[in-house]
């Protein structure tokens, strides 16, 4: 039985503490941070139907932590050239930044092969997934989408009235797009595709996607998240945003926070139908939560090619030598096109964050049909002899 626990009482509560909610910084973020979160008979956090995460009841000391692979960022950033500047543009930061907005919206169309007004900003993808999903279901329905798959949207749904139709990834880990399409009712307002998918890496492949997309894009609009395709390597990793030529309901999303290292600097965008994001930004504006700053340096990333091929290949060579020794190990990871990889644990989760918090390694943990599960971000590679040093002490 799951039970609703408001945030404010949870700092009371043994449940969850302060220090616990730091290892889960998701938890108080988004749009609703005074939303009840769910705590499962277990004391794991209700993630979703096949979902539950593990959490620490005492915070670490983060700063003495030698390798922090919780939270899917760029350990190499950001570039030298955003760090320029972000400090070079400090002194711009009494005036509003729209031209310097324009001009990376731009540069950002081009790239995307569509006009400007196919463009919304804002600071992060999550934070236009979760203004997207305030606008859609304001009023109700229902939203379609993979279980296991990334909340930010579906959480924000249902804090306004909405229900989730969550279907179960398939046997690969790859959406189950029939499936998913068979759900679609007349009360769906949306379907929503991670792809790559987090929290389990995994990709559905581009030429499927692009059929599902054309053809069910007619009956509701499709939101495909892309936050972590840059990193992705191999066949049938295509974006989804040339179904915006043939004029679909799609909405692609993208980061800066992952292959060009600014996640903690907050610069993200939608790619729409003009007509789609005018129902949007008539209610809430996306790049006006975007500092002088950020912008700046979103610019200079953008730029700064050498930086991303360089992300890109350091990250596969960490996966790498990880898929390595996990095999060593005996571990079966699930192939992963981002900048994670899961895999299947044999100790209890919460005993396993424990154990690899003393060692000063920061991962996530998780249950998954109730059997425990580790997810680890790409770090530098000695961050990741650290973690296999660490995880191979523990088998």
Known sequence: ?????????????????????????????????????????QNRLYYSPLVREHFLDERPNVSAMLARLNANENPYGPPSSTQKAVAESVMGGNRYSWKELATLVDKLSKKEGVTPNHIMMGPGSSDLLEKVALVLFMKGGNVVSADPTYMSLIKVAESVGATWKAIPCKSDWSHDLPAMEAAIDKDTKMVYICNPNNPVGSITAGK?????????????????????????????????????????????????????????????????????????????RGGMGISHTSILGAIASFEDKEFQAMTKKLNTECKE????????????????YTNFVIFPINIPGKDFLA?????????????IQNKPWCRVSMGTMEEMKLFVKSLGELS
């Open 1 to 41: 039985m799951k039970n609703l626990i408001n945030r404010r009482n949870l700092l009371k509560s043994s449940l969850m503490t302060i220090s616990g909610m730091a290892l889960a910084p998701h938890i108080s973020m988004g749009a609703f941070p005074e939303a009840p979160v769910r705590i499962d008979s």
């Open 321 to 336: 030598y990880l898929y390595e020794n996990l095999k060593k190990m005996n571990y079966k990871y699930i192939p992963s």
């Open 355 to 367: 154990k690899m918090t003393a060692k000063g390694v920061m991962v996530r943990a998780f249950d």
């Open 208 to 284: 499927d996607l692009l059929d599902f997309c054309s053809r069910v894009s007619e009956k509701v609009p499709v939101f495909i998240d892309e936050a972590y395709l840059e990193l992705a390597e191999g066949t049938g990793t295509e974006s989804m945003v040339s179904l915006l030529a043939q004029k679909k309901n799609v909405i692609i999303a993208r980061t800066f926070s992952k292959i060009m290292g600014m996640a903690g600097l907050r610069v993200g965008y939608a790619v729409a139908q003009p007509e789609f994001l005018d129902k949007i930004q008539k209610i809430t």
